[in-house]
């Protein structure tokens, strides 16, 4: 049987990267195999596992957040951000870069879609910064790593479905993964800084900027994203409401700012809705048919072949945790993040339990490795985002060399939250205590 088990997870991987559909892949390959070794009567208790997928009151919180996201991103908040980041930072060397490296923060608490993030600032801000001699690698290795900034950086669909993968609330992965989101953004601000010191002619400063920049537009600008925020990530932090409760907020809130722009018309809203139920279907779709492999997979005895295997790994713990963290990555290149939290985290999550190691400082090692693979060629989303519009002067060869650096630093920021696991512990702990918890 372990051949079989074998076979079943080849011919997966097989047909995922010849290009069929996830979602089929996945269910077709446990029905090959399930039915061939296990019976058709295995597939009996496949109905109460989707029944208690479409039951998950926190995975509510995934088309909500995926609206907000929707809604936000027509509502012209990236090109306002963008624009005024960029006459605030723009005398400094590097400082259209920098004002990128924030504005994508800012899009990823607020919206958290990776795809319309690096397509909206490729078409406003990489022209712009190649017609002030900027280098090319650099503009679009800073435009295509900020935009994935949404996969670590909570609200984060990626943390919600990890959560419920791993059995770790939602609420706790948000607060864990606040510090090394930020300390991500910090070193990508580091190296900016550093690069444009060094390099100053690849990073030039702007020699004039806006004189109509006032305070007022400032406020009107940064002002209400922020308030956004505080609203949902404060509820939750706070205990006043539950990540799907707080996913609400933040549909409502997209809604209202939307109004402000003016951009809440009956043609935006049914596109909203009909993106986000697009998208909302293509995850659930992926969620049942990954709940169909897994039980297969199960009852092969897959699971009890994975333990062994990697029990016996030498260094114990800390040899799971080196080649689990290397073959997500790996499979960055060939998978998308959904493939990997949907096949390969349901297999690791419960070894890591075995070793006893904490599950939401695992998690968000998982959630920062698979934001790499928006990034690593040849199948990296964000690289093939940002190609479709960019001008024609900027060579796919520019976007690669361009991301390596943001790679690797996403690489120590993996490595510096495993030698210092209170990067992650610590907020949750400090809010439990606040609680009394």
């Given amino acids: 049987m372990t051949l079989w088990v074998l076979m079943m997870f080849v ?16 269910g077709a390959v446990a029905l090959a195999f399930g039915s061939i070794f296990l019976g058709f009567d295995f597939f009996n208790l496949l ?5 208690g997928i479409m039951t998950n009151f926190t ?21 306002d951000l963008l624009e005024t980041m960029g006459k605030l930072c723009g005398k400094l060397n590097g400082g259209l870069a920098l004002s990128i490296v924030i504005v994508g923060a800012m899009l990823a608490a607020t919206t958290g879609v990776v795809g319309a993030t690096v397509v909206t600032m490729g078409i406003i801000a990489l022209p712009t910064m190649l ?7 650099l503009a679009a290795g800073t435009i295509a790593a900020s ?17 419920d993968v791993m059995g770790v609330p939602v609420g706790r992965l ?3 993964a606040v510090i090394p989101g930020f300390m991500l953004v910090s070193l990508f601000i580091i190296y900016i800084l550093i690069y444009s010191w060094y390099k100053p002619a690849a990073a030039p400063a702007l020699s004039t900027t806006a004189d109509d920049l006032s305070y007022l537009n400032i406020l009107t600008t940064l ?5 956004l925020i505080l609203a949902v990530l404060g509820s939750i932090f706070f205990g006043i409401a539950s990540p799907t409760e707080s996913a609400a907020v933040g549909a409502i809130g997209a809604l209202l700012l939307a109004a402000m722009h003016k951009r809440l018309t009956l043609k935006n809203l049914i596109d909203s809705m009909q993106q986000t139920t697009k998208l909302t279907s293509m995850v659930f779709m992926i969620l049942i048919g990954a709940t169909a492999f897994g039980l297969v997979f199960r009852g092969m005895g897959g699971d009890s072949l994975v333990l062994e295997i990697m029990s016996n790994l030498p260094g114990g713990m800390w040899g799971f945790l080196f080649i689990s963290m290397l073959l997500i990555f790996v499979l960055g290149f060939f998978l998308d993040f959904l493939q990997i939290c949907f096949i390969v985290i349901p297999i690791l999550a419960p070894i890591a339990n075995q070793f006893d190691i904490d599950l939401l400082w695992f998690a968000v090692l998982i959630a920062i490795n698979l934001q790499t693979s928006f990034l690593t060629p040849p199948f990296g989303f964000s690289l093939f985002y940002l190609k479709a519009v960019a001008p024609p002067e900027v ?36 809010m439990d205590n606040i609680h009394g918890l």
Avoid: C
Avoid at 47 to 51: G, M, Q, T, V, Y
Avoid at 59 to 79: C, K, N, Q, T, Y
Avoid at 131 to 137: G, R
């Fill in 59 to 79: 995975l509510i919180a995934v088309p909500l957040f995926v609206f907000m996201g929707v809604v936000l991103d027509r509502s012209g908040l990236a090109e």
């Fill in 223 to 227: 002002f209400p994203p922020l308030i």
């Fill in 174 to 176: 948000f607060m864990g």
């Fill in 131 to 137: 017609k002030h001699n900027y280098s090319a690698p």
């Fill in 147 to 163: 935009g994935t900034l949404g996969q670590i950086i909570p609200p984060s669909i990626i943390l919600i479905l990890l959560g």
């Fill in 47 to 51: 109905p109460l596992r989707i029944w």
């Fill in 11 to 26: 011919a997966l991987m097989v047909l995922l990267l010849m290009g069929y559909p996830v979602a089929f892949t996945l």
């Fill in 395 to 430: 060579r796919i060869q520019d976007i690669y060399s361009g991301i390596i650096p943001f790679v690797l630093l996403q690489v120590v920021t993996i490595i510096i939250i495993i030698l210092v696991p209170g990067l992650v512990t610590w907020l949750p702990d400090l």
